[in-house]
Each structure stands twice: as structure tokens, then as C-alpha cells.
């Protein structure tokens, strides 16, 4: 185990009851559908490079009959970056020691007119202290209201904070979803945010209070669209579509996604950093 | 259209040729098997960054009974490197015009028992001429004979030119076809090699042969491999084996690959980048 400062157990301590409450949510979903399907869980360590215990978490995924693939994982680790990547990370140029707590979310659905989406919140520690994350809306087949709600969920949790948070971060995950060998972007968008720094302990209150609230308002709003969307019928052919469109969100992910690099870089576990693929995608 | 020197000519003509009796053979393999699958032809052009004619290539693409997807491009490109791309090729670190001619294969089977396959010879040339290329064997269900069989036709394409080029280009292929984050091949290997320069007409005489030998090696042997084994019956767990051995690959491809990379770069034709990319993948 490695040792937690104040901050750091409560940002966990958050980050793992947004999770077991997520998973309530969804499999509540699956019951509703008449499925028995519950997430599994699966620990796992990390051992640092330097050799220091590196920490490790916990990933969950179920595979049911409204959720395709789910997976939801949290890690609390740290030790020390290698080589150049410190280099590449905020506050970690001169001092590569870190510590990142958060939870990632990915679900893909079975039905191609419920979205796919992802969530990401974390807290990261070098000689800086931030919050990062974000969440965005992936239909196969896209609704207007469902992106409507969606984005509005996620200004709701901005604006209650602050007035710059919503434009800002929603530009910035129009910037960040983008693929560029596509020429799209890889959903309909939501928000992303980085370093998220405060003045103080009353800065770091208030972006954890915000961190906190981007959570809850994805607890709120994806459990509705999917309860709207998932008894709808579909065609083959929607399918279809819905596996190339996968194609596009394996190609995101695997080129260009931060996280997954981080996860690459950081030495975590495999099985956890790719969880955000699909389950089954097609290229044509 | 792009003005052709005389080596670049022949090199065109013969990656062409190449590609029609590869074709040809694959869709006698199609005819085997009771189907009448043939490929598809989709001519495309490229716009040089610079404004200049780029040149272009055709991608042909097979889904039959034996064949789930095979995709062979061929390209003939040219023009300026964009940035620091430049740098990092041969010869284009003062001088960022290039050419580049070749042929690329990927094969993705419908049987699980037939091993996918890789093959791609190329001749390059900035302020440096060479040619590059390889094959590799991808079975998700590896067979010693196969992989045997495979590796002895690579050698004796080798071991006609010159005794070093196996072991030098087996180890070569060895370390490109790995996957880091999994710790382990894509494949069983190959042959991988580049760079491949030769003193005056002569050299690029001697390096021409080789690389023809090695597309003859492949027509010749990767048929027989698939005659073997395209009537062997599979079962439900050996075809889930072949779409999740396939993630491995789409992984390596988007993550790793120096020619996906050299596409997305050079503004290829995304479609026939991307063909590598297997039809249907699953990811547990």
C-alpha cells in the first residue's frame, strides 16, 4: 500500500463510492430488462519502477443485456514517472514523483440507439495538486434531445461552480474527441477538464466540491437516456452501424486518448487501461 | 500525376504485377471453396501538401467464404514531407521531397485455423534510394508446420541474395511485430527489413531481385498454407479466440505500426491505411 495524505483518502474515498453507486445504478437497469447480469470486480497491484509498492485498483465490467460492456475501474497509485514522460506531465518536470486517484467509466451498449459513453474523473499529485476529467455522449445513432440533456446535465454541474467552466471545458472536449485521420469527432461531445488547480485548501475544496458534482450529474442524466432509448427495436443494418462507429472509438482510443497513454507509460494493468474498447467492432 | 524515373518505373510496374497474380490466386482459393468472391478495385488520388499532383494508388479489398477480408494496396506517392516528419525518414532530414512505391497486404481469414497474414515491399526515395519491406504470419491458432513452413520460404528468398539477410531480417521482424503493453508478438514472425541501400545501379539491381524474390516467396507459400487448412472445422470458442487474437492486432496496427503511421502522416488515403484493420474484433 502506499500512504495517503488527507486529500488524497478523501478524493478516493469519493471516487469509489461514485463507483459502487454507478454500478448499483446500472444494474438496476439490467433488472429492469429482465437480465441477472452484475458487474464483476477484479483487483490488481502495480508495481512502481523503482521498486517502492505502487499501489493498484480495482476493475469492474459487466456484460449484460442493456450494457453490451461496461466497465468501471478505480486506481489510487503513484511512485515515480519514467524517463522523459515526467517531462510531459504538469509539475512532474524537475520531481517525477506522482500520485493519481480517479475513476474511469466506458460503456458500450447493446442497443445501437442508446449512446455509448464515457467518464472520467481523477486527482493527481506531483509538486502540483489538480483535478481532471471529464465525460462525453458516443451514439452509434445520434438523438438531439439525448445530446441536448446530456450537455445540459453536464453545464448544470459547471455552472454551479463557476460560469467559465461550462464554455471553456466544453470546448475543450470538442478540441480533445476530435479524431484528426477522420475528420470527426468521435461523439457528440460533453466536457473535459485538466488541471484544475485552487489557491489553498479552499481552491482545493472547491474543485473537488465541482470534481464531485460532474459525478453526480453523470449519475443522473445517462441512467434517464438509457431507460429512454433501450426498449427501442432495431435493424440489422443499425447494428451494423453501430459496430463501424466502434471502429472509430477503438481508433480514438488506442492513437490518440491521454489516458490510455498515461496508463501505457505508468506501467498499470492492461486489462484495466484497455477496458474502454469494444467489445465487439467492425472495420470494413 | 507524378513524373517516374526509370528504377521507379520498374519498381511500380513489377509491385503492380506483383498485386494482379496475388489476386488472381486468391480468388482461385475463392473458387475452391464454392465461392465467387472477387476484389474490388477503388482507384484514389492524394494531394501533395504542397499543392503539387501527389499521386495516388488503388486498394482492393475481398470478403468471400476463405477470406474474410484480405486488402491489397498499391501506392505510388510523392511530394514533400510535412514538419518534423521529415527528420524522421531517411534521407529527408535537409531535403523533405519523397517517393515512395510499394505494394501492402493484409489477409484476415474466416477460419480460425488459417493464419492472417502481412505482406509489404516498398521502394523509397528521398536523397537516398532503398527498398523495405516483409512478411509476417498472424495465426490465432499457431500450427509448427505453418509457421515452419513460412519461415523456410522467407529463407530461401533471403539466402539467394546474401546469407546474413535471414538471421538479420527474422530478429529485425522479431523485434517490430511485439506488442509492449502485452508483452508479447503479434505473430509467429517473419522477415522484416528497410533501409535496404545498394552501391550504384548494380546495388539496386541486386536489392530489386531480392525484394521480387521475397513477393514470390510469399505467393508461393502463403496459398499452400491456406489450401491446408481452410477445410478444418472450428468450433464457437475458436472463433471467439480468433476476434479477440484480432484486438491484439488492431492494437498493434493503430499503435505501433511504422506504415500506418507513415500514411496518417503523408495524408494517404485513410481507407486503404486503415485497411489492415481486421473486419470483426472483439475485445473481452
Known sequence: MIELDEQQQQARTWF???????????????????????????????????????????????????????????????????????????????NPNFFATGISLVAHMANPHVPAVHMNTRFLVTTKRWFGGGADLNPPIPYAEDTADFH????????????????????????????PHRKTHRGVGGIFYDHLEGAGD????????????????????????VRRRMGMAFTEAERQQQLEWRGRYAEFNLIYDRGTLFGLKTGGNIDAILMSLPPVTAWS
Chains 1, 2 share one sequence.
Open 202 to 225: 479552499a481552491g482545493w475544496e472547491a474543485n473537488f466540491a465541482f470534481t464531485q458534482d460532474v459525478g453526480r450529474a453523470f449519475l443522473d442524466i445517462f441512467p434517464k437516456i
Open 152 to 179: 445540459a446535465a453536464m453545464q448544470a454541474a459547471c455552472d454551479a461552480h463557476d460560469p467559465q467552466h461550462y464554455p471553456r471545458f466544453k470546448a475543450w472536449a470538442d478540441e480533445y474527441f476530435y479524431i
Open 16 to 94: 469509489e463510492s461514485l463507483r459502487d453507486a454507478i454500478c448499483a445504478e446500472f444494474e438496476a437497469i439490467e433488472a429492469e430488462a429482465g437480465s441477472d447480469a452484475k458487474f464483476a470486480y477484479t483487483p490488481w497491484d502495480r508495481t512502481d519502477p523503482s521498486g517502492a509498492p505502487g499501489g493498484g485498483g480495482v476493475r469492474g465490467v459487466i456484460k449484460g443485456k442493456v450494457f453490451e460492456k461496461a466497465g468501471v475501474n478505480v486506481s489510487t497509485v503513484g511512485g515515480t514517472f519514467e524517463g522523459d514522460f515526467a517531462k510531459t506531465i504538469h509539475g512532474a518536470g524537475d
